[in-house]
């Protein structure tokens, strides 16, 4: 693969040219290379085999490895786009992208949909939406009573399932989001703006001759 | 189409979504930002009124000698009496207040900077003060879990003015 030919970079299974994961999103080649390098790190936290797995994720994301739940779960599922229990570089990037500022909002209206269709059937559905509440105020000292979320439900789907079938589809979250667009904040994450300024150590380490940034 | 039109004054009523957003859980900045003890975060379940929960923040800031700056669902709190003295203290310290429900609020705690303790015993203070039913205190702040004692809180929803169960939600 040309020059970048380092043994390191050999080692990690997942590893893709940053040229190329640069030209399918969002981010420079000099991004990628600093995400590289938060993805060693990650990558290498628990198990040093080059691939992120749950352990390793939820270490990254909550700084204790213990801490399972729904909504980390979900999310690793989503960046493990082949589904093969761990993510590679190409993965990290590739989903990362869709938070970028820059990323087009269709795609961020796309993977928050997916991220709330916890079973995958294409629907959001009440009883999801009710898993994902309980989730909630288990973690956090919430208490509502199970009338308050059964009302809150009852809100939410009105506004949301345009054709009262109970459950919420792709262009039905597509309206939903665009009349309440703080809802897709989540899928924006503003650090990626400036990766290279968060690591900036690292754009020193470069091993890609750039000609653009 | 009528559904939609009967939406009761539940306006009120935060959306799931919404909510759900609030989750600190689907926050990913996790994987950028270092572990900054400086930080720290709470949120507090508050079964009063928007106004109510803020009078509740005053009094705890008060308890505290704290002085407070509101500015719309958040206030800023500061070390001393007066604030005009703060304005440069390093401090950084809020409490934002979400409202969930007509009668459900939620309170979240932010501290940026600053020292611990304070923000400690203003969680505490608070937390006190959001539990009690009445002027008398007497549920432990960390005795409603989502258990069966839940049960109980549900029922207790119709605010029963001055209940003191004798047999006592607190743990001894």
Same mark, same amino acid.
């Given at each position: 693969?040309?020059?970048?030919?380092?043994?390191?970079?050999?080692?990690?299974?997942?590893?893709?040219?940053?040229?190329?994961?640069?030209?399918?999103?969002?981010?420079?080649?000099?991004?990628?290379?600093?995400?590289?390098?938060?993805?060693?790190?990650?990558?290498?936290?628990?198990?040093?085999?080059?691939?992120?797995?749950?352990?390793?994720?939820?270490?990254?994301?909550?700084?204790?490895?213990?801490?399972?739940?729904?909504?980390?779960?979900?999310?690793?599922?989503?960046?493990?786009?082949?589904?093969?229990?761990?993510?590679?570089?190409?993965?990290?990037?590739?989903?990362?992208?869709?938070?970028?500022?820059?990323?087009?909002?269709?795609?961020?209206?796309?993977?928050?949909?997916?991220?709330?269709?916890?079973?995958?059937?294409?629907?959001?559905?009440?009883?999801?939406?009710?898993?994902?509440?309980?989730?909630?105020l288990c973690?956090s000292e919430m208490k509502?009573a199970?009338?308050?979320?059964?009302?809150?439900?009852?809100?939410?789907?009105?506004?949301?399932?345009?054709?009262?079938?109970?459950?919420?589809?792709?262009?039905?979250?597509?309206?939903?989001?665009?009349?309440?667009?703080?809802?897709?904040?989540?899928?924006?994450?503003?650090?990626?703006?400036?990766?290279?300024?968060?690591?900036?150590?690292?754009?020193?380490?470069?091993?890609?001759?750039?000609?653009?940034? | 189409?009528?559904?939609?039109?009967?939406?009761?004054?539940?306006?009120?009523?935060?959306?799931?979504?919404?909510?759900?957003?609030?989750?600190?859980?689907?926050?990913?900045?996790?994987?950028?930002?270092?572990?900054?003890?400086?930080?720290?975060?709470t949120?507090l379940g508050s079964k009063n009124?928007?106004?109510?929960?803020?009078?509740k #923040?005053?009094a705890a %800031?008060?308890d $505290? &000698?704290?002085?407070?700056?509101?500015?719309?669902?958040?206030?800023?709190?500061?070390?001393?009496?007066?604030?005009?003295?703060?304005?440069?203290?390093?401090?950084?310290?809020?409490?934002?207040?979400?409202?969930?429900?007509?009668?459900?609020?939620?309170?979240? #705690?932010?501290?940026? %900077?600053?020292? $611990? &303790?304070?923000?400690k015993e203003f969680c505490k203070s608070l937390s006190s003060l959001l539990t009690e039913k009445s002027s008398i205190a007497s549920v432990a702040p960390d005795a409603a879990d989502l258990s069966d004692e839940s049960q109980e809180t549900a029922s207790s929803e119709e605010e029963v003015n001055g209940s003191k169960d004798p047999r006592g939600y607190s743990s001894s």
């Open positions: 693969m040309g020059c970048f030919s380092s043994t390191q970079r050999r080692q990690f299974p997942g590893y893709e040219n940053p040229v190329t994961l640069a030209s399918e999103t969002a981010f420079s080649v000099s991004e990628v290379e600093a995400l590289f390098e938060l993805y060693k790190s990650i990558s290498g936290s628990v198990i040093d085999d080059g691939l992120i797995n749950k352990e390793e994720f939820q270490l990254a994301l909550f700084k204790n490895r213990k801490k399972e739940n729904l909504f980390a779960n979900r999310i690793f599922d989503l960046f493990d786009v082949k589904k093969k229990g761990f993510i590679d570089f190409g993965d990290f990037v590739r989903s990362l992208n869709v938070f970028h500022p820059n990323a087009p909002l269709e795609e961020k209206i796309d993977y928050s949909f997916k991220l709330y269709d916890l079973d995958g059937t294409g629907f959001i559905e009440r009883h999801e939406v009710k898993q994902m509440l309980i989730a909630l973690e509502l199970d009338e308050t979320v059964e009302i809150i439900l009852d809100k939410t789907f009105m506004e949301a399932d345009a054709n009262q079938d109970g459950k919420i589809d792709r262009s039905e979250w597509q309206n939903f989001v665009s009349k309440n667009p703080s809802l897709l904040k989540i899928m924006t994450l503003p650090y990626l703006r400036d990766i290279t300024t968060t690591f900036p150590s690292f754009v020193f380490n470069s091993e890609v001759d750039e000609i653009a940034t | 189409m009528d559904a939609e039109r009967t939406v009761p004054t539940s306006s009120n009523f935060i959306n799931a979504f919404q909510l759900i957003a609030m989750n600190n859980d689907l926050d990913l900045s996790g994987l950028f930002e270092e572990e900054d003890d400086n930080i720290q975060k949120k009124t928007i106004s109510d929960t803020f009078k #923040i005053e %800031a008060n $505290l &000698s704290l002085s407070i700056q509101r500015q719309n669902n958040k206030i800023k709190i500061h070390p001393g009496r007066s604030f005009a003295r703060c304005s440069r203290s390093h401090s950084n310290l809020s409490a934002e207040v979400i409202e969930v429900a007509p009668a459900h609020c939620v309170v979240e #705690i932010c501290k940026s %900077a600053g020292e $611990l &303790s304070v923000y």
